[in-house]
């Protein structure tokens, strides 16, 4: 496969095969980007699970401590008063049947939707438009409570819900690549501590197999998975 100019001396300006500290990583990425714009950082983890198994489904939250960098969308359905407390909390949408509505018809234009539990009854009726793209509610995410002042103020500051996919993948965006390098660190740290805390109790062998970072345009480095332990 014929890659652009810019990959090729890409993957001659770091070594693929090395595994990096997350220190080195960082530093390895901010160096080799060359774009127009401030590129997000992504963390993959690869765990030694099979999430064909309920047992063995990796899902959690985490609040970043110096966010994502990246402005997100809430939206919140909620009956009233709560949809204006949720409003005057920072949530971007907030209301009950009129956004049932614009979800029923194909309406999306948010990144994070929280509801409050007498809700979830008619949202859950929307799950074939939601559940594909990670946006239906969950208690365990966080996502359905009644505290929506308490939810939109944590998302708003970084909070990130998480789970691993089909194939054993965990990935997430963990900040912005002109943040700190120790801003960087400190939020990949507390993703990762997060993750390890979360192994299944039925998980055999390696629950960390690979971790790798890479910038939205920049190669993927694999980090040593000692870092995860740490």
């Not at 509505?101 to 939601?130: C, H, N, R, Y």
């Not at 009644?146 to 194939?167: L, N, Q, S, W, Y």
Request: charged share 25%.
């Amino acid at each position: 496969m014929k890659v652009s100019k810019r990959v090729a001396e890409l993957r001659k300006s770091v070594d693929l095969k090395k595994e990096y500290s997350l220190v080195e990583a960082i530093e390895e990425l901010k160096k080799t980007s060359k774009v127009k714009f401030v590129e997000s950082i992504d963390c993959a983890i690869r765990l030694g699970v099979d999430p064909r198994h309920a047992d063995q489904m990796v899902r959690g939250n985490v609040i970043l401590p110096h966010g994502t960098g990246k402005s997100v969308k809430v939206l919140v359905i909620a009956k009233e008063p709560k949809a204006s407390e949720a409003l005057a909390a920072g949530a971007d949408y907030a209301g009950f049947e009129e956004y049932l509505e614009k979800i029923q018809s194909g309406w999306v234009d948010m990144d994070v939707i929280i509801a409050t539990p007498d809700t979830m009854a008619q949202l859950g009726k929307f799950g074939k438009i939601l559940g594909p793209k990670g946006l239906m509610p969950n208690p365990k995410s966080g996502t359905v409570t009644p505290d929506v002042v308490k939810a939109v103020g944590e998302f708003k500051a970084g909070k990130i819900d998480f789970r691993v996919d089909k194939t054993g993948i965990i990935h997430t965006g963990v900040g912005k690549i002109n943040f700190e390098t120790s801003q960087l660190a400190e939020n990949i740290k507390v993703f990762l501590n997060t993750v390890m805390k979360l192994k299944p109790a039925t998980a055999k062998g390696h629950y960390v197999k690979s971790i790798y970072l890479s910038s939205t345009m920049g190669p993927g480095l694999r980090i040593n998975a000692s870092e995860a332990e740490a």
